[in-house]
């Protein structure tokens, strides 16, 4: 078991592991060189040198038991505890107070700097790691596209690639691997829709790139040849080399009137500027790109593909949601037969059991921020430069706050009785929800559409388990077998 987690998360062979070993007692002063006898921490471990108790975590993830990782350390420590991960010293805080203090906490007391292998494969310019003046100018250029006001232009758009794909993916086949499948359509439409990039033989490089940075975010930052983190690093390389002329193509677009600032993200960027604010950088450009390619394709084709196994396997629901997207067609009037922004916004049902199925299994697990100073949180001392990681389970799995929480019911989320504040965290909370949750809705929900009014569809493997990579998906690939359904 030890064996293939470093083969999933670092990528290297145990007689690697044993030169890592070596090195990585060479950094035992560097470690410990700062002294934290005057502060008041929380209990806990910071395990091994370096590695810290990544490897038992990320073991944990891939056999879908981080919710046990982290209970069985809750109950040992409590609510707050210390460890190390990803290369760095770690506070874990659960529960509603925890969430209350994570998400509330300001940008000066603790910003969202991702682990250090996320931060370096992304960029030193993504919008976690900007100076607050310059985050918000970045978040702001990010949100005036994926706002709902925005996004209602595009659903067409949007609409029109995800049919084209499914009806090329399914013609003349009948078992389809549905994991790889949402995984390519949602980059496809991550690529069109937000960054104005139609070109397949681009897409198609850039995704092949994303897939081998992809596994270096939840990697053990080791520079060594063969590892994750290198292999991430040279695909991050490869990116910026993909991504400049597009940006160079796109600033003489803009120059000449040929394309609007509102037509994609990388175009928003390059408007922002004017008396007083400094343009965007190319390099501030490439980075805020990988960053958002990160936040929007990756969860929406974990969501996507836990709708497709969710309704292979309940009948009830998947006849309940078909049932809400024939209606739509029905009341559909004239010719045009692209999906509307008002009839995206009917399919609640789906929209409930798509909620339903992230509070029992939520597409991220947890996420790190950082203290940008000196604080503190429930007795504890957190001091500056230490990872913070909030965790969705403790809550989402709470009795107080989901009544039956082990039982599957999309009405919790139709009931009018609203959910306590900071207790549902996929999308995070408060000042720091995820700003593409509204992308990542209307993504699912019109995948969902085409699919539920076109096929029906079962498990080839009934048995197949779910392992957090470290997104949850089904360990096989999820091969699913169609059959056609024609609309009512």
């Known amino acids: 078991m030890v064996n293939s987690v470093l083969e999933s998360f670092l990528g290297m062979s145990p007689l690697v592991l044993v030169a890592v070993t070596i090195v990585s007692s060479l950094f035992l002063y560097l470690l410990f060189k700062k002294d934290y006898r005057g502060y008041n921490l929380p209990g806990g471990s910071l395990g091994f040198p370096l590695i810290g108790e990544s490897i038992s975590f990320l073991r944990a993830q891939l056999q879908d038991r981080g919710d046990e990782w982290i209970h069985e350390r809750v109950l040992k420590h409590g609510p707050v505890f210390k460890t190390h991960m990803m290369g760095s010293p770690t506070f874990v805080i659960t529960g509603q107070p925890g969430n209350k203090f994570v998400f509330g906490a300001d940008y000066d007391i603790m910003s969202a700097k991702p682990p250090k292998t996320l931060a370096i494969v992304a960029g030193e310019y993504s919008l976690s790691d900007l100076p607050k003046p310059r985050y918000l100018l970045v978040k702001q250029g990010m949100v005036s596209f994926l706002k709902a006001e925005s996004l209602q232009h595009h659903v067409k758009h949007m609409d029109r690639l995800i049919k084209a794909s499914l009806l090329r993916e399914t013609k003349d086949r009948d078992?389809?691997?549905?994991?790889?499948?949402?995984?390519?359509?949602?980059?496809?439409?991550?690529?069109?829709?937000?960054?104005?990039?139609?070109?397949?033989?681009?897409?198609?490089?850039?995704?092949?790139?994303?897939?081998?940075?992809?596994?270096?975010?939840?990697s053990i930052p080791i520079n060594l040849p063969g590892t994750n983190y290198t292999r991430g690093l040279a695909a991050r390389k490869r990116i910026v080399e993909k991504i400049l002329p597009i940006i160079q193509k796109k600033k003489e677009e803009l120059a000449n009137g040929t394309l609007s600032p509102r037509n994609d993200v990388i175009a928003c960027f390059l408007s922002i500027g004017g008396e007083n604010v400094v343009p965007l950088s190319d390099l501030e450009i490439i980075d805020n790109f990988i960053f958002l390619m990160i936040a929007s394709h990756d969860t929406a084709a974990n969501l996507s593909s836990m709708m497709i196994w969710k309704l292979a396997r309940d009948k009830q629901i998947y006849n309940k949601i078909r049932e809400e997207h024939l209606s739509i067609l029905a009341q559909r009037q004239g010719g045009d037969e692209t999906l509307t922004w008002v009839e995206v916004?009917?399919?609640?049902?789906?929209?409930?059991v798509a909620q339903e199925l992230m509070r029992v299994i939520p597409p991220l697990f947890g996420n790190f921020r950082t203290t940008t100073a000196?604080?503190?949180?429930?007795?504890?001392?957190?001091?500056?430069?230490?990872?913070?990681?909030?965790?969705?389970?403790?809550?989402?799995?709470?009795?107080?706050?989901?009544?039956?929480?082990?039982?599957?019911?999309?009405?919790?989320?139709?009931?009018?009785?609203?959910?306590?504040?900071?207790?549902?965290?996929?999308?995070?909370?408060?000042?720091?929800?995820?700003?593409?949750?509204?992308?990542?809705?209307?993504?699912?929900?019109?995948?969902?559409?085409?699919?539920?009014?076109?096929?029906?569809?079962?498990?080839?493997?009934?048995?197949?388990?779910?392992?957090?990579?470290?997104?949850?998906?089904?360990?096989?690939?999820?091969?699913?077998?169609?059959?056609?359904?024609?609309?009512?």
Request: neutral net charge; glycine residues 4%; proline residues 7%.
């Open 175 to 218: 078992v389809v691997q549905a994991v790889q499948f949402m995984k390519n359509l949602t980059f496809e439409v991550a690529c069109c829709v937000l960054f104005g990039v139609d070109d397949e033989v681009i897409i198609k490089g850039l995704m092949s790139d994303f897939a081998v940075a992809f596994k270096a975010f939840w």
């Open 345 to 352: 916004n009917k399919m609640k049902y789906t929209w409930s």
């Open 374 to 488: 000196d604080t503190s949180f429930a007795g504890y001392d957190l001091p500056k430069g230490w990872q913070v990681f909030w965790v969705a389970c403790e809550t989402h799995m709470d009795k107080n706050f989901f009544e039956d929480p082990t039982t599957f019911d999309p009405s919790r989320f139709e009931a009018k009785k609203p959910i306590p504040p900071c207790t549902y965290i996929p999308f995070g909370a408060g000042m720091h929800q995820c700003i593409g949750n509204e992308y990542a809705r209307v993504k699912t929900l019109t995948i969902v559409h085409h699919l539920v009014t076109r096929f029906e569809w079962s498990q080839v493997n009934p048995e197949e388990k779910i392992a957090r990579q470290p997104l949850p998906y089904p360990s096989t690939g999820l091969p699913i077998k169609l059959t056609s359904k024609a609309a009512e």
